[in-house]
């Protein structure tokens, strides 16, 4: 398990990281949102034990993460624009991570290797920026390790690539128990793969919640009313948004899916039905009760 406590860094007289609370469960996807300049990359280089906190801990297992190379060895943190050695291939990319990682897998880089079609004797710097990000992915999975930190890891793969990355990420989940911790601004990147998510905004968390949890407090009608009425005539439904299209009418509404059902049959309609949130809509609400406006903190 990772832990953020009043986790806080500067750079100057910019707060990057405004003492930050996060715990992340092993197991699961940690999905990490924000617009560029959150406070993401950072997050990620103190939880890789490449920036010092000035205030506040990161710890993994209960031990620091600076400067500590036996815990270092836990994860691998892929960042936005990964570093590979001048001039090298694949390959030796592959023979330097196998010193840094003892359980590198061999026959598993040049299975993956192979399956996206990448030459292990290219020289790396031929290469175009998703074949960078997809060699980088290889050699993440490959390391074996309990975590793997994801900084804008999906930016500059194709849609296919994207969905691949996400089956070998749920595959390794199932198989070793890897925990993915992933950062982007892009919330439809995320859709379908988180469980947990932290939305960050200039440095502090507005929150971290399980998906889960929150969809089954908020929910989405779509309903046509009979002539003469109107969304004004639905006093018991707690509503966050609605907008209405010809006879339509699309809401968003808080409450349980029994509650919500309960109140919807009294009243009478022509049809009604409730259909599934996406992440983005999920997060509208959230952040409205914030005072926050979501479409202008994540892309």
Do not use: W
């Not at 890789?48 to 994860?75: H, S, W």
């Not at 609605?242 to 049959?265: N, P």
């Amino acid at each position: 398990m990772i832990e953020a406590h009043q986790l806080t860094k500067r750079f100057d007289d910019i707060t990057a990281v405004d003492h930050i609370d996060a715990v992340i469960k092993d197991g699961s996807v940690f999905g990490l949102i924000g617009t560029n300049g959150a406070g993401k990359s950072t997050f990620l280089r103190m939880a890789a034990g490449v920036l010092r906190p000035d205030e506040g801990t990161i710890l993994m297992d209960g031990q620091m993460i600076y400067e500590n190379p036996a815990i270092k060895q836990q994860f691998f943190y892929i960042s936005d624009d990964q570093y590979y050695l001048s001039n090298a291939t694949p390959e030796d990319m592959k023979d330097f991570y196998r010193i840094l990682y003892p359980a590198f897998d061999t026959d598993r880089f040049h299975h993956l290797l192979s399956g996206f079609g990448l030459d292990k004797d290219r020289k790396i710097n031929t290469f175009s920026k998703g074949m960078k990000k997809q060699l980088s992915v290889i050699l993440g999975l490959s390391a074996k390790t309990r975590y793997l930190f994801c900084d804008e890891t999906f930016d500059g793969l194709d849609p296919v690539m994207r969905q691949t990355v996400k089956s070998l990420f749920a595959e390794d989940m199932t198989d070793r128990g890897l925990t993915p911790i992933i950062a982007s601004h892009n919330l439809r990147e995320l859709e379908d793969i988180c469980d947990h998510v932290g939305l960050l905004h200039k440095g502090g968390i507005l929150f971290s919640r399980d998906l889960e949890d929150m969809k089954l407090n908020i929910h989405k009608i779509q309903c046509v009313l009979y002539p003469g009425m109107s969304i004004s005539n639905l006093k018991d439904l707690d509503i966050v948004l609605s907008e209405q299209t010809g006879s339509i009418i699309t809401m968003t509404v808080r409450g349980s899916e029994e509650e919500i059902l309960e109140k919807m049959k009294r009243y009478e309609t022509i049809f009604f039905e409730l259909v599934p949130l996406s992440l983005e809509e999920i997060f509208i609400s959230e952040t409205e009760v914030k005072g926050y406006d979501i479409k202008k903190l994540v892309l």
